[in-house]
T-cell receptor, first 111, second 114 residues
C-alpha cells in the first residue's frame, strides 16, 4: 500500500504564481523526499528533509514537515513553464533503504 | 558519467513470453531497485538489492525475478509475461549505508504485454 498520498492530484496555475502541493503519510519516518518526473522520463530527486527538521529551502523550493500531523508540503515559488511535471513524495522507514512513493501531483504551468 | 542506464527503452511481448530488463549504474552505488509505475498508482517497489549478492522482495514481487550480477548491474526477469505486467519499469540506485538516501533513476522501460 502507498505510504504517501499527494494532494491535489492535479494543479494548474499561471506562470509566475506559487504552487503548493501536500503529502500525507501513515507511519513514522526517518526522512521524506520530493522527486520530480517530467513526462516520459525517470524521477529526479529535488530535496530531502529529515524527521528532526521542520523546514528546508533549495532555490525556489521550500519544503515543510510536520511529523505530528504526518504531513509535508512542497512550495515552488515564481513558477516557470519548465516546472510542468509530476511531483512525488517518498518516505523511508529508519534506514531500511527502501522508499515508498505517493501517487503524485501533476503540475501544469500555463504560460 | 552515464548514471543509471536501462535497456531496452520499449518492448512488446505476447502473453507467456519471457524477457530480461537490464539496468546498470556507474556511480559505485551499493543499493539498486526495480519499480513499476502504473497510471494513478505512483511507483511500486518490485525488488531491491542492498548490496552485491543480496536481493529482497518489495511490494509487488509476484511474476518477477531479479539478479544482482555485480555491483553495477541489476536485472529484472519476467519468466511468463502477463497483460497485468504492462507498465513502465524504472531502475534506481542509491549510495546507501552512509545516510545518503537520494535515489537516482534510469529513463525507464515501457513494456506492453498483449
Amino acid at each position: 500500500s502507498q505510504q504517501g498520498e499527494e494532494d491535489p492530484q492535479a494543479l494548474s496555475i499561471q506562470e509566475g504564481e506559487n504552487a503548493t502541493m501536500n503529502c500525507s503519510y501513515k507511519t513514522s519516518i526517518n526522512n521524506l523526499q520530493w522527486y520530480r518526473q517530467n513526462s516520459g522520463r525517470g524521477l529526479v530527486h529535488l530535496i530531502l528533509i529529515r524527521s528532526n527538521e521542520r523546514e528546508k529551502h533549495s532555490g525556489r523550493l521550500r519544503v515543510t514537515l510536520d511529523t505530528s500531523k504526518k504531513s509535508s508540503s512542497l512550495l515552488i515559488t515564481a513558477s516557470r513553464a519548465a516546472d510542468t511535471a509530476s511531483y512525488f513524495c517518498a518516505t523511508d522507514n529508519f534506514g531500511n533503504e527502501k522508499l515508498t512513493f505517493g501517487t503524485g501531483t501533476r503540475l501544469t504551468i500555463i504560460p | 558519467n552515464a548514471g543509471v542506464t536501462q535497456t531496452p527503452k520499449f518492448q512488446v511481448l505476447k502473453t507467456g513470453q519471457s524477457m530480461t530488463l537490464q539496468c546498470a549504474q556507474d556511480m559505485n552505488h551499493n543499493s539498486m531497485y526495480w519499480y513499476r509505475q502504473d497510471p494513478g498508482m505512483g511507483l511500486r517497489l518490485i525488488y531491491y538489492s542492498a548490496s552485491e549478492g543480496t536481493t529482497d522482495k518489495g511490494e509487488v514481487p509476484n511474476g518477477y525475478n531479479v539478479s544482482r550480477l555485480n555491483k553495477r548491474e541489476f536485472s529484472l526477469r519476467l519468466e511468463s509475461a502477463a497483460p497485468s505486467q504492462t507498465s513502465v519499469y524504472f531502475c534506481a540506485s542509491m549510495r546507501g549505508s552512509d545516510s545518503s538516501y537520494e535515489q537516482y533513476f534510469g529513463p525507464g522501460t515501457r513494456l506492453t504485454v498483449t
